[in-house]
């Protein structure tokens, strides 16, 4: 499964303000979780509104070849029937989880506790990220992994036959490692416990109550200690997936850039655990308001407008890295526009996401004329409010991310900016440039 977009695409300043009302793909984050608990449900699981990207059609794929049925109807709802916890068949063939480490290693939680024999492999940005992070915590269930050095893909699994509870002290704020721990405990008997020493989106704990297992969540200072009963029989329960902030935050940011512009996007989740870019946005004097705010499948959503306005530079606080974690590239080239200098902190976690994602954020900006610095964990960003000078041809080493921050930056940039490997968007957003076409941005094939 090939990324379908062009591979290069350029972005230049467009000739109208950009305006219009958009919803936004589904969350990506809790797509992956819909399918995955359905799997591990008694019963049929309808979703409506799963993100139909290439990420998470990969986890689709791996429920299906683990023995669950995953159909989507023609009314665009999606279909799983569950083989219940414990349940899964093993795999004919090599699980191919493509550009997700989101799939990868949430499944490696699945695969742990069950005893079954699989091997996962993805894309090349994904082999070479490491796993190690679940692998090492996943192992004391009883489960065997055989990777290639640093625990990088290609990985073997061999489930444990009797999974142990784990009880696990995540060591740096990471929901998927969290996540993984969480999964593999529904298999095991006894009580699994995951302490985080920050508190991370909390998709998987909502899920795992919406489907019927036993959660609780005790505050533990900045973090928290989640303890889960282990083997409980989940019941399938229909999951209504919300817009994903992290894909409405390039529409909305576009918008505050752009001058006269105004885009609404609608039925955008606002969990409190993702919301932290749109709290920096506030900080930086946006013009961001939230209408008909509502509970759609255990998640608060809302409508948010942008509107254009000068922004002003940020200090961002490193506890708040892990409630926006994926938005840093586009508040980077928000903060390129500010007046001011902005100091992103704590952003550790970005070295181990589809790329070095602080390095390439960094490089994205410099190669189009914004000074900015690197000093440890923190990204430096001093802003040009009259707009950066473009013009450069960004590296986007197969992140998706990355290649819609520097198609945004492109729409102020006084010269067009030209984004590599930008097929890649489909693996989270697609449809993207259409919809930045329909709101009035130029988008083309380079």
């Known amino acids: ?138 192992s004391a269930t009883g489960a065997r992994f055989a990777a290639r050095e640093g625990g990088r893909l290609p990985l073997a699994v061999e489930g444990a036959r009797e999974a142990l509870p784990l009880d696990y002290r995540v060591p740096v704020p990471s929901a998927q490692v969290k996540s993984a721990v969480l999964l593999a405990g529904l ?15 909390d998709h998987s704990e909502n899920m795992l109550r919406h489907f019927g297992a036993t959660v609780t969540v005790e505050p533990r200072g900045a973090g928290r200690m989640i303890t889960l009963a282990g083997q409980p029989e989940l019941r399938a329960a229909d999951v209504s997936v919300p817009g994903d902030p992290s894909s409405a935050a390039f529409p909305l940011v576009a918008a505050l850039l752009v001058p006269g512009s105004a885009v609404t996007v609608t039925g955008v989740g ?52 892990p409630s926006m974690i994926d938005e840093y590239p586009i508040l980077a080239v928000a903060a390129a526009a500010a007046a001011g200098t902005s100091r992103l ?30 000093e440890g964990d923190d990204l430096i960003v001093h802003g040009t409010p009259a707009g950066p000078a473009g013009g450069a041809t960004v590296a986007t080493h197969m ?20 984004a590599e490997e930008a097929g890649f968007i489909d693996t989270s957003f697609p449809g993207f440039v259409a919809l930045m076409n329909g709101l009035g941005a130029a988008i083309a094939t380079a």
């Open 1 to 138: 499964m090939e990324p379908t977009a062009p591979a290069r695409l350029i972005s230049p300043r467009p000739t109208a303000p950009l305006a219009g009302t958009i919803a936004v793909p589904g969350d990506k984050s809790i797509s992956h979780r819909a399918l995955m608990f359905g799997a591990l449900a008694i019963g049929e699981t309808r979703i409506s509104g799963l993100l139909e990207g290439e990420d998470v059609l990969r986890t689709a794929a791996a429920m299906r070849a683990l023995g669950a049925e995953v159909a989507r109807g023609a009314d665009g709802v999606w279909r799983v029937a569950g083989r219940g916890i414990g349940g899964l068949i093993e795999p004919a063939d090599v699980l191919d989880m493509g550009n997700s480490g989101t799939a990868a290693r949430l499944l490696c939680g699945i695969l742990a506790s069950h005893p079954i024999f699989a091997v996962m492999t993805g894309d090349a940005s994904l082999r070479a990220r490491p796993m190690r992070r679940v692998i090492d915590p996943l």
């Open 187 to 201: 298999n095991a008997r006894g009580i699994t416990r995951v302490e985080e020493p920050e508190a991370t989106r």
């Open 270 to 321: 606002l969990n409190p655990l993702r919301t932290g870019l749109f709290a920096t946005l506030a900080e930086m004097g946006a013009d961001l308001t939230i209408a008909n705010r509502r509970l759609e499948g255990g998640e608060p959503v809302g409508d948010v407008t942008a509107r254009h306005g000068a922004l002003r530079a940020v200090d961002v606080p490193p506890e708040r890295a």
């Open 345 to 374: 902190r704590g952003l550790r976690e970005l070295r181990v996401k589809e790329s070095d994602r602080l390095a390439a954020t960094a490089a994205l900006l410099a190669g189009n004329g914004v000074k900015v610095e690197i």
């Open 399 to 418: 992140d998706h991310r990355i290649a819609m921050s520097a198609l945004v930056l492109g729409l102020i940039a006084r010269a067009p900016v030209t």
